[in-house]
């Protein structure tokens, strides 16, 4: 069965925190996507990255960076918290090539105060 | 740009009845993929379908079927027989492809549906 993980459900920070969000899965897949959900916006993709070391920005990469040291995870960091990213975040994974399904994990609901 | 519109934000009927969710599209790309999810009560996303651009056959899958017409830009989605377990929000999507690497997903805003006992 396949499986995309995130490291919390539920995360509360502190405005100017680091804050990381880990997300892995098993499926071998080559790319991985982290969005972030908010009422009324639907999702919106932060960063991308397609292969271990490669990254590509979204629609609102402004205030995150991504890391991918290995081809299973892919994080995404929050450099200096603030109140306006405080969100669902979402990762999600899937097949290189023609775009392919996603499979998204639970999610993570970070609040920053 | 790409942009994705669901026009109906909350929809509400009875158990039992049909429901569409409507979904309409702009992109200037040739080769797209269009998709529909399901986001339940729980939180995860679930995917339920994928349709390319060259392929505009309607698709049934038990009480659930797609109709994709590029002529309006629109891949339509109706819920035959709706139960309560139908309830979630629903989403759709649409990724270029660009020949090679990934590309995320554009989402529209969400269709909630609520089905009523």
């Known amino acids: 069965d396949v499986k995309v993980t995130q490291s919390s459900r539920y995360l509360v920070k502190r405005t100017g925190e680091k804050v990381f969000l880990e997300c892995v899965q098993d499926m071998d897949h080559e790319n991985m996507f982290w969005y972030r959900q908010d009422p009324g916006l639907g999702l919106r993709l932060i960063y991308f990255?397609?292969?271990?070391?490669?990254?590509e920005k979204g629609d609102i990469p402004e205030g995150y960076s991504v890391s991918r040291e290995k081809k299973e995870r892919f994080s995404l960091i929050l450099e200096s918290a603030s109140t306006n990213q405080t969100s669902m975040y979402l990762c999600?994974?899937?097949?290189?090539?023609?775009?392919?399904?996603?499979?998204f994990g639970p999610g993570t609901r970070l609040t920053v105060t | 740009a790409q942009k994705v519109t669901q026009a109906q934000t909350e929809i509400s009927v009875v158990e039992k009845e049909d429901v569409t969710l409507d979904c309409v599209y702009e992109?200037?790309?040739?080769?797209?993929?269009l998709f529909w999810y399901k986001q339940p009560p729980s939180g995860e996303l679930v995917f339920l379908i994928r349709?390319?651009?060259?392929?505009?056959q309607n698709e049934i899958s038990g009480r659930y079927s797609w109709n994709f017409q590029k002529s309006t830009s629109s891949f339509n989605f109706t819920i035959t027989a709706s139960q309560v377990v139908d309830s979630a929000v629903y989403f759709c999507?649409?990724?270029?492809?660009?020949?090679?690497?990934?590309?995320?997903?554009?989402f529209g805003k969400g269709t909630h549906l609520i089905i009523q006992p």
């Open positions: 992109t200037r790309d040739t080769t797209y993929y």
């Open positions: 999600a994974s899937s097949r290189i090539g023609q775009p392919h399904e996603q499979y």
């Open positions: 349709r390319n651009s060259f392929d505009e």
């Open positions: 999507a649409l990724s270029a492809y660009s020949g090679g690497g990934a590309d995320g997903l554009t």
């Open positions: 990255s397609y292969d271990v070391k490669m990254k």
